[in-house]
């Protein structure tokens, strides 16, 4: 059994009569106290796929599913080992995890050894179902394994939202960042300041490709999550061990939350009631104004956010903030004297550090991007380093958590080849094997800062994909190849065996296909998913390595 994706540890092949384990109508499902919950998973999902009721019961033809102090001694909470030779407790199949997310992440490994018919949403003819007779010991190498989707610059409607979150969970990621507000929308209801999504989730129209293309699409585009709406994505998560961290951006980033609540924005420089929510890409000079009315506003919206959002980790942005306002405002001016702050820099920094008491208070965390080591970094803040390496090797050397998720490396937005029919290029290059061979940890660090490396994340702006197809063409395959980098303990990227992973993949193009993932062939993009004549923003010259 060869074709898993991601990789496992070890794969034991049993001698065993049959070589083959057998499922049909009378296997059932028996799950012990913890596992209920990926019970019901299998049932919704695999049981759907295959015609395979599961009904309730133990014995020899049973898939058995339970939680091991022995797996989680030896592998941790993610670890699982998975038994298909029916030599284990009576049981046909065995799935024994150290947590319910092990026993989870043993799920997915179960079914992919099914086939990819096993992904479908109903059986396609009356079948036996077979997996091989084999152990499979696993455990993934970090805790942090995300994917970051920008839902802000197009909106992606909630059901394209809970499709991702399965595609996650497919390939063993288990951090969805969402990225919910910036210049160009505000894409959550926050019930105290009702104008965010009444004004700031619209935009007019909407440029088409990179900003210096001179197309445009004039339909009004824009749309938002009510607070349900998250109730719901959170909880189909959480069914799914995926930890959704939510990003409002501040104080950069927020064209759109002045444009519905000017007073937000440095109004002794601007007419900021003219302001409309950005219809154009880029970085915005429109940033918060540094004043006590702007931290309440903001403390307000995050009691809502936590309210909804459970996870320890809440992610502020930081990021691109222009000082060209304050540099120019009495008021901020004002305000970086009264609080005896070196610069602009330091200011941006004062709002991070006041949002990281703010939640530290709360029992949470801040994280931001790199940005938010520019003028002294909050103390217990983590950064997501983006611009590179170096950003991630300063925290962590410093003591702070870092997520590894350079852009030269993983962000998934720029094009995938060199070749004109690449749709709307932007950015390096980065093909499949490029992903398969990023390290999240620069070998230079020592053990101590690299313990700070929580794990590793793959980005996915928005700006030039105006649909989940779009989305998809962008993200997948490289997906799955991230997916590895993130679980499995992968050698050197020098020694990796990417024609051993491309050989898989060819089991995984199937998968893919039968969730209708509408990726971009190895032999290049179909000619629906090209836009001949659509600007886009390529670099010159390869990015740098570690």
């Not at 918060?288 to 942005?317: C, K, M, Q, W």
């Amino acid at each position: 059994m060869t074709d898993l994706v991601p990789a496992p540890r070890g794969v034991e092949q049993r001698d065993s009569t049959p070589a083959r384990t057998c499922l049909g109508e009378r296997t059932t499902l028996d799950a012990h106290p913890g596992t209920e919950g990926v019970a019901r998973w299998l049932r919704r999902e695999v049981g759907a796929a295959t015609g395979l009721p599961f009904a309730d019961g133990a014995g020899s033809r049973s898939v058995l599913l339970r939680l091991s102090a022995d797996v989680a001694r030896e592998s941790g909470p993610e670890g699982y080992r998975l038994s298909t030779d029916g030599s284990v407790d009576d049981a046909a199949v065995l799935i024994e995890g150290g947590s319910a997310a092990g026993v989870f992440w043993g799920a997915q490994t179960f079914r992919q050894m099914l086939g990819p018919d096993a992904y479908r949403k109903a059986p396609l003819r009356e079948r036996d179902w077979d997996v091989p007779a084999v152990t499979v010991e696993d455990e993934p190498r970090f805790a942090w394994r995300g994917l970051m989707l920008d839902v802000s610059r197009h909106f992606m409607p909630k059901e394209g939202v809970l499709r991702y979150l399965d595609l996650l969970a497919a390939h063993k990621l288990n951090v969805f960042h969402l990225h919910l507000t910036d210049d160009q929308g505000w894409r959550i209801e926050i019930k105290r300041h009702p104008k965010l999504t009444e004004v700031g989730a619209w935009r007019a129209r909407t440029k088409y490709g990179h900003r210096a293309s001179p197309l445009w699409d004039d339909k009004p585009h824009g749309g938002h999550y009510t607070q349900d709406d998250i109730r719901e994505i959170v909880a189909y998560a959480t069914e799914r061990h995926i930890t959704v961290v939510p990003e409002i951006d501040v104080p950069g980033h927020s064209q759109a939350a002045i444009a519905a609540y000017p007073e937000l924005g440095n109004t002794d420089v601007i007419d900021t009631t003219s302001l409309t929510v950005r219809d154009n890409w880029g970085i915005s000079p429109h940033v918060l104004a540094p004043t006590d009315n702007t931290l309440r506003f903001y403390e307000g919206v995050l009691e809502e956010v936590l309210d909804l959002f459970p996870s320890t980790f809440v992610h502020i942005g930081g990021d691109e903030c222009a000082k060209d306002q304050w540099k120019a405002s009495a008021a901020a001016q004002a305000r970086i004297k009264e609080l005896r702050l070196a610069d602009e820099d330091e200011l941006q920094s004062w709002f991070i550090r006041h949002f990281d008491r703010w939640l530290t208070d709360r029992g949470r965390r801040l994280i931001g991007w790199d940005e938010i080591l520019e003028g002294g970094l909050a103390p217990g803040a983590a950064v997501s380093s983006w611009r590179g390496y170096q950003g991630g090797i300063t925290a962590a050397e410093a003591g702070h958590d870092v997520v590894m998720c350079p852009e030269q490396q993983v962000y998934l937005d720029h094009r995938q080849a060199a070749g004109d029919d690449e749709p709307m290029p932007i950015g390096y290059v980065r093909t499949l094997e490029d992903v398969y061979r990023f390290e999240p940890v620069p070998p230079a660090l020592t053990p101590e800062a690299a313990a700070h490396v929580l794990g590793t994340q793959a980005n996915v702006w928005t700006e030039v994909m105006q649909d989940g197809s779009r989305v998809d063409y962008q993200v997948f395959p490289r997906l799955a190849a991230f997916a590895e980098v993130a679980w499995s303990a992968l050698p050197a990227p020098a020694e990796r065996d990417f024609a051993d992973f491309e050989r898989r993949m060819t089991a995984h193009y199937a998968r893919l296909d039968a969730l209708g993932v509408h990726y971009r062939p190895p032999g290049g993009p179909l000619p629906w998913q090209r836009r001949p004549g659509v600007a886009g923003r390529p670099i010159d010259g390869a990015p740098p390595n570690v």
